[in-house]
């Protein structure tokens, strides 16, 4: 069977991206030809469409008008909508037509660009061909997919994602899935995010030592690793909070031995992997400022760690632990990443987390579950913060605990978690489709 999975960018180091590379894995070990069709031209893309790319300019302008920054009339609107899903479904025609099956990630469950949802949804229909809609987040969790244009609410509430008997609709968390059944009367089958738990992960001790290296990192220091991109719900600013309380101890254990035997230095810092989203550059100048003033030293090695997957996976190997301060996420690819790489984990209670995720039983760092605003900043309970520093010193410092949490984690995501986790579910997806 030739499989096609789509979406508006892949070969990155973002979260749909990752778990596409997974799932062409799984369908490739079934003995299934798998392609991947992006927007964008990179490394493990197959086939580039190039008018539906996450940043193309014409998508971009005309979502500046369907979501009110920039005043339109609506009649207008409408016919360059119209326009713009024409020319979108000739090319879905061009280069869909001999696939068996295909998947679109986030097309219909987004409205970042409604042509190429609806594109999709005319294809589909007249196609008959068998699709699997991949929602990993929903419009009506973004407050960007609000217009002022009720026709236009209408095409996001009617098709995204659409209702139509050759689309098997799956979303990443049990929230989402029953938002969907509420919303639409649409069912979905719940397929968590895995990860690839069967193979070696280990990253040479000479690796990670040029890794260090090359961002200035002594063998002594610790490093919080933020593996996600720099965007606002992820909330780094906690991160930076977080360290800024562990350096007003760090002084007092400095020479202390670290579970990997080597002496503290006394410097800690945070390490930025994921790159920072363009639209989030006036977020990204407040953490620096906030750094700054709390003197927290952040080294950014995305411009290295995002040159390829591999790169970005080995990033993994510079850090003591990884913290996930995270308040709003449909899965948890970084969580599960930590796992993987036997990194010990400091995270927030995000909703989904609670939901899905900590009854398997995953021991981590507690950040909590409440934080407020202010100053456009997330800020968690200060009791919260001293209590985790409390928590990461117990295990930064003690050789048994830390590779003892580190492996009862790895153990539970390869049962829980895993490729194989999600061959079951695919096995199960295709006979009723296929």
Do not use: C
């Amino acid at each position: 069977m030739r499989v096609g999975l789509i979406h508006y960018r892949a070969g990155l180091m973002d979260g749909v991206s990752l778990e596409m590379e997974k799932w062409r894995k799984v369908f490739s070990r079934m003995g299934h030809s798998v392609e991947i069709i992006a927007g964008n031209n990179a490394p493990g893309v197959d086939i580039v469409i190039p008018e539906i790319e996450y940043n193309d300019e014409k998508n971009e302008i005309l979502n500046s008008k369907l979501y009110g920054s920039t005043p339109s009339s609506e009649s207008e609107l409408l016919d360059e909508l119209s326009i713009r899903t024409a020319e979108i479904l000739g090319s879905f025609r061009s280069v869909l037509s001999d696939f068996d099956l295909l998947i679109p990630n986030n097309i219909w469950s987004l409205g970042w660009s409604i042509p190429a949802g609806l594109a999709l949804h005319d294809f589909a229909e007249e196609s008959g061909k068998p699709f699997i809609s991949h929602n990993h987040d929903f419009w009506w969790d973004r407050p960007y997919y609000s217009s002022p244009y009720r026709s236009v609410m209408e095409l996001l509430e009617n098709y995204f994602p659409p209702d139509l008997p050759n689309v098997k609709n799956l979303t990443i968390n049990s929230i989402s899935a029953s938002d969907l059944f509420e919303r639409r009367g649409i069912r979905a089958t719940v397929v968590p995010n895995v990860m690839d738990f069967s193979g070696p992960v280990s990253i040479s001790d000479e690796r990670i030592r040029t890794l260090r290296s090359e961002a200035g990192i002594e063998k002594g220091d610790i490093v919080f690793l933020q593996a996600t991109r720099i965007t606002e719900r992820k909330a780094v600013e906690i991160s930076i909070r977080l360290i800024a309380a562990f350096n007003n101890i760090a002084g007092s254990l400095k020479g202390k031995k670290l579970y990997n035997g080597e002496p503290f230095t006394g410097r800690a810092v945070l390490v930025y992997s994921g790159l920072t989203e363009r639209q989030s550059m006036d977020y990204r100048k407040k953490l620096d400022e906030l750094a700054n003033k709390l003197g927290v030293k952040a080294i950014d090695i995305s411009s290295s760690s995002s040159l390829s997957q591999a790169a970005f996976f080995e990033s993994y190997g510079v850090a003591d632990i990884v913290i996930y301060p995270t308040v709003f996420e449909g899965w948890g690819n970084q969580l599960l990443e930590a796992l993987v790489y036997r990194k010990p984990l400091a995270l927030f209670r995000y909703s989904v987390f609670k939901s899905d995720i900590q009854n398997s039983g995953i021991s981590f760092v507690d950040l909590g579950d409440r934080y407020i605003y202010s100053d456009g900043l997330a800020e968690i309970p200060e009791q919260t913060i001293l209590s985790a520093v409390k928590e990461i010193t117990e295990l930064l410092f003690d050789r048994e605990k830390y590779e003892e949490t580190a492996e009862k984690n790895f153990q539970i995501g390869r049962e829980k978690f895993s490729l194989e986790t999600l061959g079951g579910i695919v096995k199960g997806l295709i006979t009723d489709l296929v």
